[in-house]
């Protein structure tokens, strides 16, 4: 009970962030489950919350989707994933913790230094374009994090609205191949879609609580406690499955 009360908060928390900024469901929730459950189980869930999520979000800002984003991010995307996925598979849940742990911080230094605006609508670069795309697909199909990726199309586009259609359709073309994937490789178990069952109230009520106070609520504020966390956790995780044995 007070282990599902704990991964409800988690979800709740993530979606939350989600509903506001249009990413960082998996930042918050991947170290917040690898406390208590395998990286094998949290990455299957996530994916199955993040397919109606990313849906939602990318048609409610459909408008600003840009196909010249979209389409050359997914096809590097999806060629990462692959590597990703079988890494995920076979590899050890605690060097994954670790490394997922090392991520975590680096997303959370780069979004601290980071300054407003900067570069927001400079070009995309052909060879940074392809060398972030699978990198993000390796991330995804290990841990659903894609935070190359975030920090991409954060700087080649123009506003909120234009990160929140692209981002959210790119995820959304990566999670239906991952979800087919994740099948066939048999990922997904019987015991992953009944947790997902259990705790997909969290996603909507987090989702409809991030969207509801958008509007009202200083950004740089949600930003500023999420790195916080981001980088408090994701060192507690390297501290645990690394260093300590």
């Known amino acids: 009970m007070v282990l599902n009360a704990y991964l409800f908060l988690a979800v709740f928390l993530s979606y939350f962030l989600k509903g506001i900024t249009g990413f960082g469901n998996t930042l918050v929730m ?20 993040s397919v109606p999520t990313n849906a939602y979000l990318a048609w409610r800002e459909r408008k600003a989707i840009k196909p010249g984003i979209v389409i050359p991010l997914s096809l ?20 994954l913790k670790g490394f997922l742990g090392l991520v975590v911080i680096g997303i959370g230094i780069e979004l601290l230094t980071r300054k407003a605006g900067r570069n927001a609508s400079r070009k995309g670069n052909p060879v940074l374009l392809a060398a972030v795309g699978i990198l993000s697909g390796i991330l995804a199909g290990l841990y659903g994090i894609s935070a190359p990726l975030i920090a991409y199309i954060s700087r080649t ?89």
Request: net charge positive; hydrophobic share 55%; charged share 20%.
């Open 157 to 245: 586009t123009e506003n909120r609205s234009a990160f929140r259609a692209n981002i959210c359709c790119v995820f959304f073309i990566d999670n239906i191949f991952r979800l087919a994937y994740y099948m066939i490789a048999g990922i997904l178990t019987k015991a992953i879609l009944l947790k997902f069952l259990l705790l997909s109230p969290a996603v909507a009520l987090g989702l409809y609580a991030g969207i509801k106070v958008d509007k009202r609520l200083r950004e740089d504020t949600v930003k500023k406690a999420m790195v916080c966390l981001l980088i408090v956790s994701g060192a507690v995780l390297f501290i645990n499955n690394v260093l300590i044995r």
């Open 76 to 95: 590097m995307l999806l060629a990462g994933v692959i590597p990703g996925t079988f890494l995920l598979k076979t590899g050890d849940d605690r060097l």
């Open 30 to 49: 991947a170290p917040l489950f690898s406390f208590v459950v395998p990286n094998r189980i949290t990455t299957p869930i996530d994916l199955l919350m």
